[in-house]
């Protein structure tokens, strides 16, 4: 990692086509496929488009992801990234790797983060007070802090939903902030408690 590197992650990020994002009791996107009937072994899904690896805010939700599919072999998880390749697979390995039924993606295009209506975030999304206190709050209470950043940017928006086995939408959105980590247990809780 270098400070090139390190800077380049607070430089613009380019505009795409972004969708709006998926609601509660519509259909889930068509990609990525794993989360729509007969790719997902028929089980439900919980995916989370990640910040950019070395954010402590994807770092506290891939471990709750890792820690759910160990305890939740019913159910799979998704993790997607925009950093590259090289730099996703160096950051999983630094956290220990992945669960027994998680999955990482790479989507540095960006393509699958569009789909799912995840953007360019706002100053007020990356750098509110509120924001940098809740990361700084998540280094204190759990030691999460910032790694490294390769590749990736903090300006891209994350988010986090749960599809069931049909390939519905029950649960989630895009984070109304930075420091938003999301909530694996609630997303299992509304795919097991089904009543839909």
């Known amino acids: 990692m270098s400070l090139t590197q390190e800077l380049a992650s607070w430089g613009p ?4 086509a972004v969708c709006s994002p998926p609601a ?6 068509p990609e990525p496929s794993a989360v729509h009937p007969g790719q997902n072994d028929g089980k439900p899904t919980v995916i989370a ?12 939700t891939f471990l709750a992801l890792r ?5 939740h072999p019913s159910i799979n998880f998704l993790a997607i ?15 220990g790797g992945t669960g027994p039924s998680l999955t990482v993606l790479v989507d540095n295009e ?3 983060y569009a789909k799912w209506g995840l953007g360019v975030s706002s100053w007020g999304h990356v750098l509110s007070p509120a924001g940098l206190m809740g990361i700084w709050m998540l280094g204190k209470e759990k030691g999460i802090w910032n790694r490294p950043t390769e590749s990736g940017s903090r300006w891209q928006t994350g988010g986090a939903w749960a599809v069931d086995e049909k390939g519905w939408v029950r649960w989630g959105g895009m984070a109304g902030r930075a420091d938003e980590v999301m909530d694996v247990e609630g997303a299992v809780g509304v795919l097991k408690g089904g009543g839909w």
């Open 81 to 95: 990234s925009h950093s590259s390749q090289s730099s996703t697979d160096k950051w999983i390995a630094a956290l």
């Open 13 to 16: 990020l380019p505009q795409l």
């Open 110 to 112: 960006r393509q699958m």
């Open 49 to 60: 488009f990640l910040r950019h690896c070395g954010c402590p805010v994807a770092e506290a």
């Open 24 to 29: 509660i009791g519509n259909k889930a996107p």
């Open 67 to 71: 820690t759910a599919s160990a305890t």
